[in-house]
């Protein structure tokens, strides 16, 4: 995958205060998110992983369960893995329930994306969910990203943390792609929603797309910005995959004069899906996640991005909490860091006081 990544970014402070704080906002905000993600589902239709999918690389790293329903990718010193869809889809919901490597994991990076990569190499399009590993103790950490045609120097990067252990149980991940918008959720919480707009452009993507899911080693950016490696003395590292979806609109991508109708019932039916409809009491589940664990946004960015994308909706609490750079303006505790800045500023005023004692 071609993915840009503009900054690295310093992991979570290790000091009692740094988890006491997330120990904070865990009780503070995840009892509303987790009491929505239980509630009623998608009511979705998974199929078996030979009804859907392909073997992609690493097939001795692939192994798939005796009912055919359920897959395990395992990466190891010789090879990643990773599978992918047996058609291209126009439009879609897919998804899966994914459970993550556990331990130390640094510079594991597991995916699941829709890509057409394989078809378009200049001007591809491309919907990530990606999960960056993470170092024992500490939680753990994912973006999602977009590209359109090929715009992999704008792509729309977001970073979060997750209020819970992904490696110790399943959890639902999904993308839903509209020609109106795209929306990605954990479990029954959208986290993030990118509406199509005429400004966009070829930034939003339009062509069909494979479904990806992935292993790999990416010891080069995805822990602490590359400066923690894979340590294989923990492999092999495993993610397993079960109760798959893929619902959408297959099509071929290279067709000389392709019929795009053919898909117009398809989106028909998606948009008025459940899982497309986001009602108040989603968009506060959406807002109370991204205010309580996303800790980078290209929409807050100005150094890539000194001209507002156009798809950035800016949210005025969202942007207090951000840099310049698009990051959180606290790394780890933010108590600490607000303590650390008020100790300045009194010796500070200390000084100043004293200077004009002295005349």
């Known amino acids: 995958m071609g993915h840009f990544h503009c900054c690295s970014y310093s992991e979570m402070s290790s000091t009692p205060l740094s988890f006491i704080f997330f120990f904070y906002l865990l009780i503070s905000s995840s009892s509303s998110l987790l009491s929505f993600s239980s509630g009623a589902g998608f009511n979705l239709t998974t199929i078996a992983f ?5 073997p992609l690389f690493g097939d001795f790293n692939l192994v798939r369960s005796p009912d055919g329903r359920s897959v395990r990718l395992l990466l190891d010193v010789s090879s ?49 969910i990606e999960f960056l590993g993470n170092v024992e103790g500490k939680p753990w950490r994912f973006q999602t990203n977009l590209y359109g045609n090929g715009s992999t120097s704008r792509g729309r990067e977001e970073r979060y943390r997750l209020w819970f252990d992904p490696s110790k149980e399943f959890h ?39 479904i990806y899911a992935t292993i790999w080693d990416a010891s080069s950016w995805a822990t602490n910005g590359g400066k923690i490696k894979v340590n294989y003395d923990y492999a092999p590292f495993t993610a397993d995959f079960k109760e798959l979806v893929l619902e959408g609109c297959p099509m071929d991508p290279i067709q000389e004069y392709p019929d795009f109708t053919t898909c117009k019932e398809k989106d028909a039916w998606l948009e008025i899906r459940n899982f497309a409809v986001l009602t108040p009491k989603r968009r506060s589940a959406m807002r109370k996640f991204r205010q309580h664990y996303m800790y980078y946004s290209c929409c807050y960015d100005v150094w890539r991005y000194p001209v507002k994308l156009p798809d950035c909706v800016i949210d005025p609490i969202e942007k207090a909490r951000f840099n310049d750079t698009g990051r959180l303006r606290f790394s780890g505790s933010h108590k600490k860091q607000a303590k650390i800045a008020k100790a300045r500023r009194k010796k500070k005023q200390r000084a100043a006081s004293d200077e004009r004692t002295d005349v």
Not at 50 to 54: F, H, K, P
Not at 196 to 205: A, F, H, L, Q, V
């Open 50 to 54: 030979d009804d859907g999918y392909n």
């Open 80 to 128: 990643g893995s990773g599978f992918i869809s047996s058609s291209m889809y126009e439009h879609g919901f897919f998804s899966a329930k994914i459970k993550l490597p556990s331990d130390y994991t640094a510079g594991v990076v597991v995916a699941l994306y829709a890509s057409n990569g394989d078809v378009f190499e200049k001007n591809h399009d491309e919907l990530d």
């Open 172 to 210: 639902r991940y999904s993308i839903l792609w509209t020609a109106k918008n795209i929306i990605f959720y954990v479990d029954e919480v959208p986290i993030r929603e990118v509406v199509r707009s005429d400004e966009m452009g070829g930034d939003y993507p339009t062509k069909p797309m494979s």
